[in-house]
């Protein structure tokens, strides 16, 4: 069966400094994996992708992920975080196009 | 309109209350999918229809009943609902077949309080 862990619930960095959202995916089958974003009141905007291609992923607005198969991971970064990323993270990992499997989300905290 | 929208974008309804919830998707897509997000828990996919057919139904309760007349609209009718169904309900839409992992693309939700 195919699941994600998001292995931290509530990340807070200060502005400037580096994040690291971390996500450890489980699969039988070589996986597609997602990061999402939603910021408060609104739905879930789509980060970055990987579905087997380069293992380093670049996404919007800075992000990237780099997916580790021997570690099963797919950790998201940003070298310098800035106030507009405080958000909800969500992994997803997906089997086939209409099965995606949701973690149960990071939320980033941001401080000036 | 661009992308995926919904309406309303909140709602209060009482136990006895029939109403729905649409979701119209501008994208061309061909899939399009009903989720559940809850305070403290991970996103609950409800439905999938794939190519106007209903082809994913996760033991959703009866008093939820999903509709899909087109592939360019989703509807969510709601009847005699429960307090613990208040939550924001999203839509989402994706291009599927072609052996090729698409993202889906959500839409801004509707916030449902049942009192």
């Known amino acids: 069966a195919q699941s994600v862990t998001q292995l931290d619930s509530h990340v807070s960095v200060s502005e400037g400094t580096p994040v690291l959202l971390r996500c450890n995916y489980s699969?039988?089958?070589?996986?597609?994996l997602f990061w999402y974003v939603q910021h408060p009141n609104k739905g879930l905007q789509l980060l970055l992708k990987?579905?087997?291609?380069?293992?380093l992923v670049k996404g919007i607005n800075g992000f990237e992920a780099e997916f580790k198969k021997s570690e099963t991971s797919f950790h998201l970064t940003k070298p310098s975080a800035h106030m507009s990323d405080a958000a909800e993270y969500f992994c997803?990992?997906?089997?086939?196009?209409?099965?995606?499997?949701f973690g149960a989300g990071t939320r980033l905290t941001v401080k000036p | 309109e661009t992308g995926v929208t919904q309406t309303p974008r909140h709602l209060v309804m009482g136990m006895t209350n029939k109403k729905s919830l649409k979701c119209e998707q501008h994208?061309?897509?061909?899939?399009m999918y009903w989720y559940k997000q809850s305070a403290k828990k991970p996103l609950e996919l409800m439905f999938v229809?794939?190519?106007?057919?209903?082809?994913e139904n996760n033991s959703v309760p009866s008093r939820f009943s999903p509709e899909c007349p087109n592939s360019s609209h989703l509807f969510l009718h709601l009847h005699t609902l429960q307090p613990e169904d208040s939550a924001l309900y999203l839509c989402?839409?994706?291009?599927?077949?072609?052996?090729?992992?698409?993202?889906?693309?959500f839409g801004p939700g509707t916030r449902l309080t049942v009192l």
């Open positions: 997803v990992v997906s089997l086939w196009n209409n099965d995606m499997r």
């Open positions: 989402a839409s994706s291009q599927t077949g072609g052996g090729t992992y698409n993202e889906q693309f």
């Open positions: 699969s039988s089958y070589s996986p597609s």
């Open positions: 994208l061309g897509h061909n899939a």
């Open positions: 229809y794939s190519l106007e057919e209903r082809v």
């Open positions: 990987y579905t087997s291609a380069a293992t």
